[in-house]
């Protein structure tokens, strides 16, 4: 269950849906508020025609009767004529006479509930929206009351919040599975480089992941998991062909003193052991160099020697002239360097860059190796020559 959960697929389904399910419930809020208002708009609109006519009968000094206020309210609008100030009823539809003046219960004059929760006179029970008309006659100034029920806006109110409650449910359903269908389209090449990633092993990197034509996102995540199994492959087959180099040369010393100590053991002389020993230590010094490369390689792998800092070439190279032994009696090294020559980099590459120059020019020398640093427009120069 708790897999299920982290799925990428399931959560983007369930945010979409609870965000969908959000703005359908302020989106049906809304909804229900404006049908509700546009219906009590319409009750006012109603009203206020029918109050407009009474009012110009009552200014033209014609109090209409109860028979024709009960037409004019056409049967769903109940209409009183008040005097002011003291709400005496002097005309009202069929059965409103002995009730008392309907009066507002807010300032606006937007809705009422008619107190007592039962029947009162001819009006229906409940809410009722209630439009008032001020007129001023030579008796003094009335007031035109208009009574529509609010059944009528409550009907329409109740039938839109049915179809939402039907609709609602039946969206959210429809959004789910929609956005399951598209979140699991969308990350269905995300799974196929995981599973082609899971498959590819080391005897396998020439394998790459599958590169979507969309151009989005995953294919640009494919595009650079295949960029690092191509950099992958290439330090693999280095390394394979580095180790297949080390071997045959760390082979050829070996097999060499294993030579000359077995024909040695065999033929030599006392007075020839001496030869022996110089050429076994020379095929030492063949194997010693090597085993300093396979160490020099490691080290650079687990970054022991990337570390750069200021060094002074003129300075390590002076070292490593002092230190340097001579492949042959007679092979010295002279150093050129009259000044200080600063460079940013690693110490440790730069010695063993020019311990295999000065390796190289030794076993080609007659009599004498030069190895001359020197600084000039910002570049440093090493130079190593020989005389063979």
Known sequence: ????????????????????????LLAGSWLVTSVEQSQIDRLHDTAERRLAIAQRAIEAGQLPSTLELAALGGGSTYMQIVRLPDGRVIAASPGLADVPALTTMSEDGEMVRVEGGGQVGALPPGR??????????????????????????????????????????????????????????????VEAIRNQVEAISATTLDRRVPVPRSGDE?????????????????????Q?????????????????????????????AAEDWPLVAERLLAEEARLEAV????????????????????????????EE???????????????????????????????????NLLDNAGRHADATVRLGVHQRDGRVRVLVDDDG
């Open 128 to 189: 009722l929206v209630i439009t008032e008309q001020l007129v001023e006659t030579p008796g003094g100034e009335v007031a035109v009351l208009a009574a529509s029920p609010f059944d009528s806006v409550g009907r329409s109110v109740d039938a839109v919040q049915e179809g939402l409650l039907v609709a609602f449910p039946l969206l959210l359903v429809a959004v789910g599975l929609l956005a399951w269908f598209l979140a699991g389209r969308a990350l269905r090449p």
């Open 1 to 24: 269950m708790g897999e299920r959960l982290r799925s990428v697929r399931l959560r983007i389904t369930l945010v979409a849906t609870l965000v969908t399910g959000l703005a359908m």
């Open 321 to 355: 002239a002092r230190r340097r032994v001579p492949d042959r009696e007679g092979v010295t090294v002279e150093v050129d360097a009259p000044a200080p020559a600063l460079v940013h980099a690693s110490r440790v590459q730069l010695r063993r860059a020019i311990a």
């Open 218 to 238: 995953v294919a640009r995540l494919a595009d650079t998991m295949n960029a690092m199994l191509d950099r992958l492959e290439d330090a693999s087959t280095r």
């Open 240 to 268: 394979q062909r580095f180790v297949a180099d080390a071997s045959h040369e760390l082979r050829s010393p070996v097999a060499a003193i294993r030579t000359e100590l077995e024909v040695a053991q065999r033929t030599a």
């Open 291 to 318: 085993i300093a490369d396979l160490l020099l390689l490691a080290s650079l792998d687990e970054g022991a020697a990337s570390e750069h800092v200021v060094v002074d070439v003129a300075e390590l190279a002076v």
